[in-house]
Structure formats: C-alpha cells, structure tokens
C-alpha cells in the first residue's frame, strides 16, 4: 500500500511541483537564514548542510501535500494511515516474536534449575 502512494508522489507533475516550491519558497528562506553568512565570512560545511536541508523541507511539504490531495480525491488512504496500519502490523508480529522468545527463556530456565536439583 505505501508503493501506491510512493507512486503517486513520484508522478512528474508532481515533482515538477515540488521542485518549483523548493526553488522559490527554499532560495527566500535561505536568503533570510543564510544570507548574513553567504555576504561575510563565507560557508562552512555545516552552512552548506542547512541550505540543503532548506530546500529540502519545502519540496518534501509540497510532495506531501500534493499527494494527499490525490489520494484524498480518489479516496485512497492517506500516508500516515497506512504508516499506522504498518506499525500495528509490525508491533503484533514484534509482540508475538517477544512471547515466543520469552517462553523459550522459560522453558530453557526451568531446564537448568531441574538439572541442578539432580
């Protein structure tokens, strides 16, 4: 099910979106956060990480919007529905995985106090 919506954010319409948002609301953003560094002593490597990150947070907003706009039209479940549906999923078998191991402990436990009673 997270294929389906990986597949529709990775529509080209989408990401041709998205990368306009990032071009435009990121270089604004970079520009009031980073623009006193970029103008004096120059950019660090920790400089050039945020800029990336500040890019990359609009274009991540505006695929995550965008495709859950689509699947909220075409009444598909929405990203973090399936995400949930995943991790009940996940946590049930972790839990039954825990209980079987936990009995095997038990059991291997009672086994060595019954041999030291020998």
């Not at 191991?101 to 009673?117: A, D, E, H, P």
Request: charged share 15%; with cysteine; net charge positive.
């Amino acid at each position: 099910m997270i294929n389906g919506w990986l597949k529709i954010a990775l529509q080209k319409n989408i990401l041709t979106r998205a990368i306009k948002v990032a071009l435009v609301v990121g270089s604004i953003l970079m520009l009031i956060n980073h623009g006193d560094v970029m103008l004096s002593d120059g950019l660090s490597i920790k400089e050039y990480i945020k800029i990336t990150l500040t890019y990359l947070v609009p274009y991540c907003v505006s695929t995550y919007s965008s495709t859950e706009a689509i699947c909220a039209a075409e009444n598909r479940p929405s990203i973090n529905q399936l995400i949930w549906e995943l991790l009940k999923k996940k946590g049930c078998e972790l839990a039954h995985c825990s209980k079987t191991v936990f009995n095997s402990l038990i059991i291997r436990l009672q086994q060595i106090k019954n041999n030291q009673n020998i």
